[in-house]
């Protein structure tokens, strides 16, 4: 499909502005800001008089609708940057709409955006965009990584249904709900690209890299606007010209109510609806139904948000260590992303050739590349953490990623050290419970087992034993490993905190065994266990109150998102409860609750 690249000049006067805006680029010499937006096949070459018309249009609609002075030589990329961030003030949560200031640059962002001034509007949608999520929202805006058919997968999954990392954006709350609402007022656009899909592209592109950008829309009040935008679209969609934007705020809409939808959101879809014409009502219905299916309906009710960069959970030190009875780790996890810095198959192939001295069976090259870098010490291989017990001369056991592999990582007395690469590649962006558990060798039970179970079901079994440890537990790290200069460690490692979402997580201090794992995941992470020491003999007694009674002896902690603060998580194990023990929410931990909107 034709395309062309938007260059945004700088205009010092009406007359110079007429000359055109790469005339101006030359003589002043700026860097032109750039974005790749596709054209319609029809309207990508124009003539010398409607191109002349346009800049004319231009010229007169740039100086009028700001009412500034011809003598102004301020750069229109800081006047639109400095008005976008008066605006976003009444994107605030609790504003109550008196700030004039705010009020006053919003009705001039939206005479501006509206008056279909194709130049004016391409740089306020670029400033927009960086504001919203920088770079990524940025790129993505193009729409050449991207679906535009509604697929919500694409750029999560490859061809086998695994998850494939997507450029991250961290997004501005406050900013999408604005570029939400300047969407609404957005023209369609009468010389090829779209601006308004360009916006809605970038915001698409925020909500589907990470679940804390839609906590945090939701947070803003963003579901309500954008549902407002679709109705807006659909009703203003006669000639079906605007079909592809209608699809992206659809699965907008549909990605930020999926996350939490109040009742007051599901009443304003619901109210839209009603009004709607008979097909744009079957479409709004369709959409909510969808809403009520997504993934994230799917996982726990509450969760915790870990940033990837300085999240974390520290839970509290345990002298007795290790269990004699083995150990087991269970949570619900919704990767988001887990990129290493070597992911080619040559690189994979010479790691796997190096691990051959750790003679794991039936290793993927990629887990055996993992334990070649483990092994080598490589520092800048990414491997985020899903869990770390270590002592503070660094024994004790390690759970990481890396390329989607499960890497389990000892270190015993002198510096022994075993590794044991998983062959089962986790999907990002889908909720599963994820389970380990070790079985120390004994004369009643045989070997020494490891074993890895998701959703329930026991996927790998390894002959596995930990090497011997003679240090107390000094750090009960999740989602994190201690620093090496907190630790004390020896051998310097670089921090890898996991990029992910985290239900209630359980530690125990024994293996379970595949009923038990079984019926922990059955259950789901939104159930809040109970255990009680005292034995109710009256009452109904239910089948979770029987579970964690069983459970209630080999329980080391337990940290649900539910009883989390803002710094700290109780530990609501029998053993926590009855010291009031508190894990720490490091860095950039969050705690979020989804709601679907029917309580």
């Not at 494939?164 to 501005?172: E, L």
């Not at 935008?229 to 934007?245: I, V």
């Not at 079984?518 to 809040?528: D, E, H, I, Q, T």
Request: charged share 25%.
């Amino acid at each position: 499909m034709p395309r062309r690249w938007f260059r945004m000049g700088r205009r010092h006067t009406r007359a110079v502005r007429a000359r055109g805006r790469r005339s101006i680029a030359r003589s002043r010499g700026r860097a032109e800001m750039e974005l790749l937006l596709e054209f319609d096949d029809d309207a990508h070459y124009l003539d010398d008089d409607a191109r002349a018309r346009r800049r004319s249009t231009s010229s007169s609609a740039v100086v009028g609708r700001w009412a500034r002075d011809d003598d102004d030589d301020d750069d229109d990329e800081t006047y639109v940057a400095a008005t976008l961030r008066r605006a976003v003030r009444r994107c605030a949560p609790g504003n109550d709409g008196s700030d004039d200031d705010a009020n006053d640059a919003f009705e001039a962002l939206t005479r501006f955006v509206s008056d279909g001034d194709e130049d004016a509007l391409a740089l306020t949608v670029i400033k927009l965009l960086e504001l919203v999520g920088g770079d990524a929202a940025v790129m993505m805006a193009r729409g050449d990584d991207e679906d535009d058919d509604g697929n919500e997968n694409v750029g999560e999954n490859d061809e086998h249904g695994h998850g494939m990392d997507v450029a991250i954006a961290r997004c501005d709350a406050g900013y999408v709900k604005l570029g939400v609402e300047l969407a609404r007022t957005m023209p369609e656009t009468k010389y090829g690209p779209s601006h308004r899909g360009a916006l809605l592209r970038g915001v698409r592109h925020v909500l589907r890299s990470y679940m804390g950008n839609c906590h945090a829309v939701c947070e803003q009040g963003v579901v309500q606007e954008l549902l407002r935008s679709l109705d807006a679209l659909l009703r203003s969609n006669e000639n079906g010209k605007a079909d592809g934007d209608v699809k992206i705020v659809a699965e907008c809409a549909r990605r930020a109510a999926g996350f939490s939808m109040s009742a007051l959101d599901l009443k304003v879809w619901l109210e839209l609806a009603a009004a709607s014409t008979p097909e744009s009502r079957g479409f709004l219905l369709d959409q909510l139904n969808m809403t009520l299916q997504t993934r994230f309906s799917t996982g726990p009710a509450e969760l915790f948000l870990l940033d990837g960069e300085s999240s974390g959970i520290l839970g509290s030190a345990q002298p007795k260590w290790p269990f004699t009875e083995g150990l087991a780790f269970v949570t619900w996890v919704y990767l988001e992303s887990v990129s290493a810095s070597e992911t080619t198959a040559a690189s994979a192939a010479s790691y796997a050739a190096a691990a051959s001295a750790s003679q794991v069976v039936d290793a993927s090259p990629l887990a055996a590349a993992a334990v070649a870098a483990a092994a080598a010490g490589e520092d800048e291989v990414h491997m985020p953490r899903l869990f770390s017990f270590l002592s503070a001369e660094g024994q004790g056991v390690e759970c990481y990623f890396h390329d989607g592999f499960l890497i389990l990582e000892t270190n015993g007395v002198k510096e022994s050290r075993m590794t044991l690469p998983f062959s089962h590649k986790f999907p990002l962006k889908r909720w599963f419970c994820l389970g380990i558990e070790h079985k120390p060798a004994s004369v009643r039970t045989g070997g020494a087992e490891t074993r890895l179970y998701v959703n329930g079901i026991c996927v790998e079994t390894h002959k596995f034993d930990l090497p011997k440890i003679s240090k107390p537990l000094g750090f009960c790290c999740i989602g994190t490993n201690p620093p090496a200069a907190m630790a004390g460690l020896q051998r310097k490692r670089r921090q890898c905190a996991l990029f992910a979402s985290l239900g209630p997580v359980y530690i125990f201090k024994q293996a379970l065994g595949g009923h038990a794992m079984k019926a922990l995941s059955a259950r789901g992470g939104s159930y809040v266990p109970r255990f009680s020491s005292n034995d109710d003999k009256g009452g109904d007694v239910n089948v979770e109150d029987v579970l964690d009674k069983v459970l209630a002896p080999t329980i080391l902690q337990v940290l649900h998102p539910r009883m989390a603060s803002k710094n700290y998580v109780l530990d609501i194990s029998p053993a926590g409860v009855s010291i009031e023990s508190k894990a720490a929410l490091l860095g950039g931990t969050t705690v979020a609750r989804l709601y679907l909107g029917i309580v």
